[in-house]
């Protein structure tokens, strides 16, 4: 169970009397007096934690404040307010199960946020694809774990999970993986709320999640106190962004993806690991950034894996992806490929799943070569184009011969079709 923080004062109990009654007054309320309780003094009442605690913000407090600094009550009806009140009175919170099972049912939510709408990814990263990059990764109790751009927080909570079943239960460990081991930053409203929330939910009762834009932020000022052991991120791709921003970095582009993955090798501490989703194109880009980029990580990070994954896995966005897996601090020599193939085609009905992947976890800690997976030395990489882009020659091609029957009745259907052009010819004539 998550280390309990019983000495803070609950934001109810540091309400004054008068404040006091009020709140508890709204149970008597209902139609626009309830409506105008909640706009006009409960959410205005929550958000001024944030300047309340300003002087902690790491503080649940800070926290509550921030997300209801963003949010709005979208029920204008009381009547209906007052229902989901009532609804959410029931619901249990007190044990480990059942903030387990709250956790599970908003992982749902915004899982289906992800699959409504093309921007899907920023909210929603397949867990099971998360989980087998965590484990290749595999963070331990003590490292700093980062995302600098966390959406919903999908990396952060699976890591925490990961960490937590496998580490020492004492006090010392739960006070540093609660307070000194998860960070993150998100530049979009909807999705750091969002991202906050998980995170409570999960156990990281004060999340150190950062609401800004990670990429105004100049990479030349990144010191070694504000570095991590370990990155995992799926960093938005296909935005632009603009010339004053690009000047924070090296190499100059206005490609997001490849902004934050220059962001990402600088944020390394020396053999600190990285796993990063990004568009399959990067591999192959031909442009002096995206070229000068791929040199830079292969010359200062040993990147020695590559995931392809099939169409279909992120739902909403409709691009296809890889994984790039790297340590920093010495140059790549050999890289290994694995061609995920599940065998089906991906979709809403048939999402990835954690056995679709259990063997390239399996394969990848030895480096095994197979007929999805291969090896490729680094001097066999062409040093004009630097291109990395898949291409799987273990794979035989099964070629689908069809049967004698099927090739008859194919004749016969365009028999068919050939004798009623005759006709409207002769009929034409």
């Known amino acids: 169970m998550p280390l309990r923080q019983a000495q ?28 105008q309780f909640v706009d006009l003094k409960l959410f205005p009442y929550l958000a001024s934690f944030k300047q309340k605690a300003s002087d902690n ?36 919170f007190g044990s480990s199960k059942d903030k387990h099972e709250l956790s599970h049912l908003y992982e749902t939510k915004i899982k289906n946020m992800g699959n409504a709408g093309r921007n899907g990814g920023q909210y929603y990263t397949p867990r099971p694809l998360i989980r087998a990059m965590i484990e290749v990764i595999n963070p331990q109790m003590g490292e700093k774990v980062y995302d600098a751009a966390c959406g919903s927080a999908g990396f952060l909570c699976e890591a925490y999970a990961y960490i937590y079943d496998r580490m020492e239960k004492n006090t010392a460990n739960l006070k540093t993986l609660q307070e000194n081991t998860f960070y993150g930053k998100e530049k979009k409203n909807l999705a750091y709320i969002i991202g906050v929330m998980n995170m409570i939910l999960h156990g990281i009762e004060a999340p150190n999640i950062i609401h800004t834009n990670t990429l105004t932020e100049n990479i030349r000022d990144i010191q070694e106190k504000d570095r991590y052991h370990v990155i995992l991120a799926n960093p938005p791709f296909g935005g632009k962004e603009r010339k004053e ?48 980029l791929l040199k830079y990580l292969l010359e200062s990070c040993n990147l020695h894996t590559i995931l392809d994954m099939p169409a279909g896995t992120f739902l909403g966005a409709g691009v296809k992806t890889v994984v790039l897996f790297f340590t920093k601090g010495e140059p790549t020599k050999k890289i290994w490929y694995y061609q ?27 480096f095994a070569d197979g007929d999805n997976s291969w090896l490729v030395n ?11 882009s898949v291409k799987n020659q273990n794979k035989k091609e099964v070629v689908r011969l069809r049967s004698p029957q099927e090739i008859l009745e194919e004749m016969k259907v365009l028999d068919e079709e050939s004798a009623e052009i005759l006709a409207t010819i002769k009929n034409l004539i």
Not at 8 to 31: I, Q
Not at 78 to 87: A, C, S, V
Not at 340 to 366: A, I
Request: hydrophobic share 35%; aromatic share 6%.
């Open 340 to 366: 995920l193939d599940p065998g089906r085609n991906m979709g809403k009905t048939n999402p990835l799943n954690d056995e679709d992947l259990k063997d390239f976890v399996l394969l990848q800690k030895t």
């Open 57 to 92: 913000p790491k503080s649940i407090e800070y926290k509550i404040g921030e997300i209801f600094s963003e949010l709005k009550n979208k029920v204008k009806s009381g009547y209906n307010l007052r229902e989901i009140i009532e609804m959410t009175d029931e619901l249990p």
């Open 378 to 388: 680094s001097e066999n990489i062409d040093t004009n184009t630097f291109d990395l």
């Open 245 to 292: 921003v690009q000047q924070n970095f090296d190499i100059k582009t206005g490609e997001t993806a490849s902004l934050f993955l220059q962001h990402f090798i600088k944020s390394l501490k020396a053999g600190g690991r990285a796993a990063i989703v990004i568009k399959n194109t990067f591999l192959s880009n031909a442009d002096n950034a995206s070229v000068s």
């Open 8 to 35: 803070r004062p609950s934001p109810k109990s540091r309400m004054k009397d008068g404040e006091l009654a009020e709140l508890d007054h709204h149970k008597a309320m209902t139609g626009p007096d309830l409506v």
